[in-house]
Nanobody, 129 residues
Framework: QVQLVESGGGLVQAGGSLRLSCAASGRSFSSYSMGWFRQRPGKEREIVAALSRSGDNAYYIDFVKGRFTISRDNAKSAVYLQMNSLKPEDTAVYYC??????????????????????WGQGTQVTVSS
């Protein structure tokens, strides 16, 4: 069974940066499609960014475009979320997610929560104004 462990969250001032990491167990990381979600206080969990198996195609919600970058290192079985120019509205628990089954197309990016079958425990990101 695949496990995901996030790290890198914390408290940062507005305008600052954080880099979230997600380490995956198992031997088949390169066959997974990966995503980062977040859940802001009182809100539904939403996708922030997603990345194809190949790493060539990425998706970002409009609010983070140009500020966040998702990347992966298949040799390390890890996915990252570089977050720059952070805003107080980015305060949330951030979750790493993996789609571990039926990812036949290496270029496809999955946008929806139900597309993913494995989740990390979450890491808190707090941005102060």
């Amino acid at each position: 069974q695949v496990q995901l462990v996030e790290s890198g969250g914390g408290l940062v001032q507005a305008g600052g940066s954080l880099r979230l990491s997600c380490a995956a167990s198992g031997r088949s990381f390169s066959s997974y499609s990966m995503g980062w979600f977040r859940q802001r206080p009182g809100k539904e969990r939403e996708i922030v960014a997603a990345l194809s198996r190949s790493g060539d195609n990425a998706y970002y919600i409009d609010f983070v475009k140009g500020r966040f970058t998702i990347s992966r290192d298949n040799a390390k079985s890890a996915v990252y979320l570089q977050m720059n120019s952070l805003k107080p509205e980015d305060t949330a628990v951030y979750y790493c997610a993996a789609r571990t089954r039926n990812v036949y197309n290496v270029y496809i990016v999955f946008h929806y929560r139900n597309d993913y079958d494995t989740w990390g425990q979450g890491t808190q990101v707090t941005v102060s104004s």
